[in-house]
């Protein structure tokens, strides 16, 4: 079965980059029919997707936070990454990676991370 784990620092100052790492295992980021995707949900709001990466290495990203937000993958390492530049406290929140299967839509998610942004 596969697991999800996110890592990466809990605080952050305002207009930094966060970068956060997820680290699959039981089963490859090299496989297809899969997207592998980053989730957040700020405190007492809705859950807010941020963008995807496909093993071929294409991305999507969710239009309000493109220009922000980066996603690449590391096959050797089985690993996908999240890079989230200009922080702001609004940035503040849990932030899950998660695997959904292209013809299911089945998800598969990681325990989340809780990343505050603050001086």
């Known amino acids: 079965q596969v697991q999800l784990v996110e890592s990466g620092p809990g605080l952050v100052k305002p207009s930094q980059t966060l970068p956060l790492t997820c680290t699959v295992s039981?089963?490859?980021?090299?496989?297809?029919?899969?997207?592998w995707n980053w989730i957040r949900q700020p405190p007492g709001k809705e859950l807010d997707w941020m963008g995807s990466?496909?093993?071929?290495?294409?991305?999507y990203f969710s239009p309000p936070l493109e220009r922000r937000t980066s996603i690449s993958m590391d096959t050797s390492k089985n690993q996908f990454t999240l890079q989230l530049s200009s922080v702001t406290p609004e940035d503040t929140a849990v932030y899950y990676c998660?695997?959904?299967?292209?013809?299911?839509?089945?998800?598969?998610w990681g325990q989340g991370t809780f990343v505050t942004v603050s001086s």
């Open positions: 039981g089963g490859s980021i090299a496989t297809d029919s899969y997207y």
């Open positions: 998660v695997r959904f299967d292209a013809a299911t839509l089945a998800g598969s």
């Open positions: 990466i496909t093993n071929c290495g294409s991305t």
